[in-house]
C-alpha cells in the first residue's frame, strides 16, 4: 500500500485553523467593557450617568436657551485615572494665564450629554462630579476632534489621551467630569443674555 500524500494547502490549512479560529473570535467580541465604574456614594441618574455634588451651589439654574458658564476637568478614569483636562498647574511667570471659563447654551447639544444634564440640574456656584459611561452620554465617535461636542480639550497631550481610550474598545472608556458652574446668564429673549 502506498503512503498517503498530504499537500502542502492541507498542511498549512490544519495549522492555521486554530489562529483563525481565535481570530474570529476576538473579532466579534470588539464591544466595550459595561460601565465597570461605580461608586457608592455617587447618585445614579435616570439618564445612566451617576453623579455627586461636591459643593452645593446657592444661585440659579439653567434652563433651555440660558447660557451656562462653567469651569471643568476632565479623567479617563477607567483607564488609570489620565487627566485630558486639568486645571490647577503650575502658578507664577510664564503659567500664569487670565482664567477663561468655558461657555454653553442649555439646549444647543454642543456637550456630552451628561455633562449638559448634570448642568440644568445644578445651581451657580455648585461643584459637581460627572461619571459618565462610554456610548450616548460621552463623545460620539464620529466627531473625534470634538468640534462639534466638547468640552473639548486645550491641549495635544489632552486630546491625545483621550481619544486614545474612546477609540480603544479592549478598555473601560469610563471618563469623570468636574464641573463647576460659574454664574447663569438668563435669555434676553433677543438673542443676547443677561450676566448672572
Not at 48 to 58: M, P, Q, R
Not at 134 to 150: C, F, I, M, N, Q
Not at 151 to 158: H, I, K, Q, V
Not at 159 to 184: G, S, W, Y
Amino acid at each position: 500500500m502506498a503512503p498517503k500524500v498530504i499537500s502542502r494547502r492541507a498542511t498549512l490549512a490544519t495549522c492555521l485553523t486554530p489562529f483563525l479560529v481565535s481570530a474570529t473570535a476576538f473579532a466579534e467580541d470588539n464591544t466595550s467593557p459595561k460601565f465597570v465604574q461605580s461608586y457608592a456614594d455617587f447618585t445614579e441618574s435616570p439618564k445612566g450617568y451617576s453623579f455627586k455634588d461636591v459643593k452645593e451651589g446657592t444661585g440659579n439654574s439653567p434652563n433651555t436657551g440660558d447660557r451656562a458658564v462653567y469651569e471643568w476637568s476632565g479623567y479617563t478614569i477607567g483607564y488609570f485615572g489620565r487627566p485630558f483636562e486639568a486645571k490647577g498647574g503650575p502658578q507664577g511667570g510664564a503659567f500664569d494665564k487670565d482664567t477663561d471659563f468655558s461657555r454653553t447654551i442649555i439646549g444647543s447639544h454642543d456637550l456630552v450629554s451628561a455633562v449638559e444634564d448634570s448642568l440644568t440640574n445644578m445651581k451657580s456656584g455648585g461643584v459637581r462630579q460627572v461619571v459618565v459611561p462610554y456610548g450616548a452620554l460621552s463623545y460620539p465617535a464620529e466627531d473625534p476632534k470634538h468640534e462639534r461636542v466638547g468640552p473639548m480639550p486645550t491641549t495635544f497631550s489632552g486630546m491625545r489621551a483621550l481619544n486614545f481610550v474612546l477609540e480603544n474598545p479592549r478598555v473601560d472608556r469610563t471618563l469623570l467630569f468636574n464641573i463647576k458652574l460659574v454664574r447663569v446668564d438668563k435669555s434676553d429673549g433677543k438673542g443676547g443674555f443677561i450676566r448672572g
